[in-house]
């Protein structure tokens, strides 16, 4: 997925970027997803005032993923809005520090995308993905599915350095 700065500038017309990226590469190591479809990507890249090359759309697709509180798998369908922009400089370095912090600075012609792709999609990564908001979860005495059915055990916690205090009201 690469753009070339010179050509886009030259052409009046935005160049359309739609394919799909293996993000398996990405998510090795994470416990909670199982496994992932090809990140599609739906990009438009314009050129605008002061050599500026703003890339924005859409990235889709799916993931097989265990819910963070009953461990049941489920699907979380991925849609991520996508927006980068780009400026060419000899000099990324001394030009970063000064300009505005939402514009990517490089010093190729060529400009590669999937890095920025690949970080926007692990930043929108769920934290804790749900099979659904209500879940219970699994009991932590028993290991009860508490979706299907209460178990029944106590989960009340009790601080064990306040233990004793609880048998100051029994008599």
Known sequence: MIFHFRQLASS???LEIHQELDVS???KG?????????L?????????MGGIV???GKLTGELDMSCSRCLKPLTHKVDIKFEESFKQSDHPEAESQGEDEDI???AEDQVDL?????????LNLPFAALCKEDCKGLCLNCGTDRNERDCGCN????????ASLSDFFKE
């Open 104 to 106: 990517q600075v490089v």
């Open 114 to 122: 999937v890095p920025y792709i690949e970080e926007s999609f692990l």
């Open 155 to 162: 989960t009340e916690r009790i601080d064990p350095r306040l």
């Open 25 to 27: 590469r990405v998510i």
């Open 54 to 56: 703003n890339v924005s």
């Open 30 to 38: 994470r416990k909670d997803i199982t496994g992932a479809g090809p």
């Open 12 to 14: 009046e017309k935005p």
């Open 40 to 48: 599609k990507a739906d990009l438009q890249a314009v050129s605008a």
